[in-house]
């Protein structure tokens, strides 16, 4: 039998063993989500990213030998975004009906969210590539990586902060809601998905379904109005 | 299941050339979801075509940003030392965000007379 290490200089670099990982380790990260009775601060994707990075600095992997396996998954964030047209259309009547308060929402909502953490961190201090990083945060993740790469942020900075975003929200808008005595399941929903994307919509679907499915059609729309606003407002403060 | 499939990516590789063709400050695949969305406005059999496929991408998005998610270890210097700006700026901007959204939605809601649900 061969020497394990010689066989490990093969599974090291190759890219199946680091895709085989990254779906091993989303599996266990889901497993534990569910053990945790679907509590947001234990995130599937948090506990997932931390099995890896665990993993990488145990065996001394590179990141970009790494990536080199996980870039498949990568790669769907793009047909991901395409596919939140399905919801946008299957929305289409309730985004009729209530236009109005949908566009005012969403315009306040996703303005609020780029202006106040660009405004906040530039006061305190932070550098313009962690800035380019934070100004696509509240939006879905396929779509902020997209925007900071576009910023000169670094998509795997934006990755992390887009997470902790979602999982701020997602642990944060029930009490919120309640102590400000906000009834509405549509305006709690349709802002919880403007402001933590994925992560708050999945939330927003275990509380009250109305206000899931107005969660859903928040992140998609903010989708599109932070690939506007973002840019706009990093040339305010950058 | 391989229809929707190329209906999504090509969606997507038409929103990667109308950014480019046009300079939009949007990453392709945006461009793409708006341009499906046109298209299933007018061709409603092509949006039930492509839903069971959307919709089982969709319920496993958490998995997609596993790989840049791992990035992280190659940032937590950078972490550390702005760990107090991007916590304040994540945590009071959601907050905000959240309270900002809704109000705006209740508002309009009640001047509109879009009703209570």
Redesign the interface.
């Known amino acids: 039998m061969r020497e394990f290490t010689e066989i490990w200089s093969y599974l090291a670099t190759a890219p199946l063993t680091w895709l085989a990982a990254?779906?091993a380790?989303?599996v266990a990260?889901?497993a534990a989500f569910r053990a945790a009775g679907r509590r947001p601060a234990v995130n599937?994707?948090?506990v997932?990213?931390a099995l890896?990075?665990a993993l990488?600095?145990a065996t001394g992997t590179p990141?970009a030998d790494?990536?080199e396996g996980?870039?498949f998954?990568?790669f769907?964030?793009?047909?991901?975004?395409?596919?939140?047209?399905?919801?946008?259309?299957?929305q289409?009547a309730v985004v009729r009906?209530?236009a109005?308060?949908?566009?005012?929402?969403?315009?306040?909502?996703?303005?609020?969210?780029?202006l106040?953490?660009?405004g906040?961190?530039a006061a305190?201090?932070?550098?313009p590539?962690?800035l380019a990083a934070?100004a696509p945060?509240?939006a879905?993740?396929?779509?902020a990586?997209?925007?900071a790469?576009?910023l000169g942020g670094?998509?795997?900075?934006?990755?992390?902060?887009?997470?902790?975003?979602g999982i701020?929200?997602a642990v944060?808008?029930t009490p919120?809601?309640n102590a400000?005595g906000?009834?509405?399941?549509?305006?709690?929903g349709?802002?919880?998905g403007?402001?933590?994307h994925?992560?708050g919509t999945a939330r927003a679907f275990q509380v009250n379904d109305?206000a899931g499915s107005f969660a859903g059609l928040?992140m998609?729309m903010n989708?599109?109005l932070t690939?506007?606003l973002a840019?706009l407002a990093l040339a305010l403060f950058g | 299941m391989i229809p929707a499939?190329a209906i999504?990516?090509l969606?997507?590789l038409a929103?990667e050339t109308l950014v480019r063709a046009l300079s939009l400050?949007?990453?392709?695949?945006?461009a793409?979801?708006?341009l499906?969305?046109l298209v299933?406005?007018a061709r409603?059999r092509l949006?039930e075509a492509?839903?069971p496929?959307?919709?089982a991408?969709?319920a496993h998005?958490?998995?997609?940003?596993?790989?840049?998610?791992?990035?992280?270890?190659?940032?937590l210097d950078?972490?550390g030392a702005?760990a107090?700006?991007?916590l304040?700026?994540?945590?009071?901007?959601?907050?905000?965000?959240?309270?900002?959204?809704?109000?705006?939605?209740?508002?309009?809601?009640r001047a509109?007379g879009?009703g209570?649900?």
């Open positions: 990254t779906l380790a989303y990260g889901d599937p994707v948090l997932a990213a890896l990075a990488l600095w990141y790494y990536f996980a870039q998954v990568h769907l964030l793009g047909p991901a975004t395409v596919a939140l047209a399905v919801p946008l259309w299957q289409r009906r209530a109005l308060p949908l566009a005012a929402a969403l315009a306040a909502g996703s303005a609020t969210a780029v106040t953490a660009l906040l961190a305190l201090g932070a550098s590539a962690t934070l945060k509240s879905t993740a396929p779509v990586i997209g925007i790469e576009r670094s998509p795997t900075l934006t990755a992390v902060l887009v997470i902790l975003t701020i929200g944060a808008v919120l809601f400000l906000l009834r509405d399941w549509r305006a709690r349709f802002a919880t403007v402001a933590a994925g992560i109305t928040g998609a989708a599109v690939a506007v840019p | 499939l999504l990516l969606a997507q929103g400050p949007l990453p392709g695949p945006v793409g979801l708006v499906l969305t299933f406005l409603p949006a492509v839903r496929v959307a919709q991408i969709l998005l958490a998995l997609l940003f596993v790989p840049a998610g791992t990035g992280v270890v190659g940032h950078r972490l702005e107090l700006p991007i304040a700026a994540l945590v009071v901007s959601t907050l905000a965000a959240l309270v900002a959204g809704a109000a705006a939605f209740v508002l309009v809601a509109t879009a209570d649900a």
